[in-house]
């Protein structure tokens, strides 16, 4: 336990006994410690203000979706932050950072892949079961906690601004990423201009973030409410195709193991249809299948943008790291070409 988590802890938990704080969890983005205290097991989170500009609107947004959660028929456990001493929802630290705490729930488990297809299918369901709870919620409700988020044309423009001021070096080494992402770029404004309705999305709907049950590995939580917000359900359907299905990591560097996994896939779309199918239109039942090529396309031009600014972004281990996401990520969206092509329906 250092200084910094100490200071925050008594603000959260009193004169709780802490037993132990460690790092937990493989986000990209927050700082997450598990705490084990007198007052039980907690989660306990830095906010990365480099990804979300404005905590407040974060926590505004978490506190709604767990009151609306909270008055429905909801299957889940509701992921609700606990108060600090104070009853806020967050602490400042002396640096000026943000914290925030969860409860842990024992006896879950993450997965750090999806093995098998009743993994796919109950992860799947989870996060239908999550969209369809909060379809009473207006949109507009929410604040876009990063703004254009999953707006293909917006990264877009961005990423043209990137390949201008990038790195030297860096845009030199990556030439042909650059030109694979580009001859795709039309993707971005085809899905744009699709005119799919918006609904309330949680928008990293990979399997890390729902906590199964240790022993009967059903669904108990949906958690990562940070970028809970305004979009399609492309952006939820899309990425768990992009994750879910692949049959190697995110980060792989051969590029001969990464392939869409067509029996997940399937797995995937009738645990999500199953809670979904009834809510959603034939124009975003038509578009489904297409999220998985979107979504993997603007994760890589997301990689590629990282890699060329100098990593500013993602959390990386070597040098390379966002070059090798970016590649990989490029090679999903290949094979899933070529294994959709006909598919219109999931
Ligand atoms: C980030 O930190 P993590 O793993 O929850 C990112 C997602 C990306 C993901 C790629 C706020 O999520 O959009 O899909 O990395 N979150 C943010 O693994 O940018
Ligand atoms: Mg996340």
Redesign the pocket.
């Known amino acids: 336990m250092n200084s910094e988590t100490t200071a925050i802890l008594c603000q959260f938990l009193g004169a709780a006994q802490i037993s132990e704080v460690r790092p937990f969890g ?5 700082d997450t410690y598990k705490v084990t205290s007198g007052s039980g097991n907690f989660l306990l989170q830095k906010l990365n203000r480099w ?1 979300f500009a404005s905590p407040e609107a974060v926590m505004q947004n978490i506190r709604q979706v767990g009151e609306h959660l909270a008055n429905r028929p909801y299957p889940l456990k509701n992921m609700r932050p606990v108060a600090a001493c104070d009853g806020s929802l967050w602490q400042q630290d002396a640096a000026g950072e943000y914290w925030r705490m969860f409860p842990f729930f024992d006896g879950t488990l993450t997965l750090g892949r999806v093995e098998t297809e009743d993994q796919a299918f109950e992860g799947a369901r989870a996060f239908g079961a999550f969209a369809k709870a909060l379809g009473g919620l207006p949109p507009e409700t929410l604040h876009a906690t ?1 703004p254009g988020f999953h707006d293909g044309p917006q990264r877009l423009a961005y990423f043209y601004e990137v390949i201008k001021m990038g790195i030297p070096g860096r845009l030199k080494m990556a030439t042909m990423e650059i030109e694979t992402l580009l001859k795709h770029q039309s993707l971005f404004g085809q899905i744009a201009a699709a005119g799919l309705p918006q609904r309330i999305m949680h ?2 709907t ?1 399997i890390g973030n729902v906590l199964f049950d240790a022993k009967t590995l059903k669904a108990v939580a949906i958690v ?1 409410l ?2 809970v917000m305004p979009g399609t359900v492309l952006s939820d359907f899309g ?1 768990m195709m992009r994750t879910f299905a692949n049959a190697a990591a ?1 980060d792989e560097a051969c590029l001969e193991k990464v392939a869409l996994r067509m029996p997940i896939f399937r797995a995937l779309s009738e645990g999500y249809l199953l809670e979904m199918g009834d809510t959603l239109t034939p124009l975003e039942k038509k578009w489904l299948p297409e999220g998985g090529r979107w979504l993997s396309l603007m ?1 890589a031009m997301r990689f590629l943008a990282d890699y060329l600014e100098g990593d500013v972004y ?1 959390k990386t281990n070597y040098p390379e790291h966002n070059l090798v996401r970016a590649r990989s990520q490029l090679a999903l969206f290949e094979s899933m070409t070529a294994q959709l092509s006909g598919i219109k329906n999931p």
């Open positions: 493989t986000g990209h983005i927050n990804a990063i928008h990293d990979k990562d940070d970028t990425d995110e994760q993602y």
